[in-house]
Nanobody, 120 residues
Framework: QVQLVESGGGLVQTGGSLRLSCVASGNIWSVNMMAWYRQLPGKQRELVAEISSGGTPSYPDSPKGRFTISRDSAKNTIYLQMNMLKPEDTAVYFC??????????????WGQGTQVTVSS
């Protein structure tokens, strides 16, 4: 079992920045991938960024240069630095953890989410 707790969401103006944090606890050695997802209002949850145990990031559904995923292994924490935010970034952002070996559906553990609202 892995527990994930997100924080750092809030209300910002277009062009502003936020840094989200996700602290993992429990059997964290059982996972080797972590990620940030988001769910836009009325939309399905989508992958924003992933990071491996080795620290390699991936941004399949996020503009590189605006969002940056990182990790602090000593704190069992991952971050999502979001810059130049746009109204279309408004969503609930979720932290997730899983195993690469599970393939496309690799994320087994989820946080409660943190709301990010970008005003126009």
């Amino acid at each position: 079992q892995v527990q994930l707790v997100e924080s750092g969401g809030g209300l910002v103006q277009t062009g502003g920045s936020l840094r989200l944090s996700c602290v993992a606890s429990g059997n964290i050695w059982s996972v080797n991938m972590m990620a940030w997802y988001r769910q836009l209002p009325g939309k399905q949850r989508e992958l924003v960024a992933e990071i491996s145990s080795g620290g390699t990031p991936s941004y399949p559904d996020s503009p590189k240069g605006r969002f940056t995923i990182s990790r602090d292994s000593a704190k069992n924490t991952i971050y999502l630095q979001m810059n130049m935010l746009k109204p279309e970034d408004t969503a609930v952002y979720f932290c997730a953890a899983g195993r690469l070996s599970l393939g496309g559906n690799r994320y087994e553990y989820w946080g409660q989410g943190t709301q990010v609202t970008v005003s126009s």
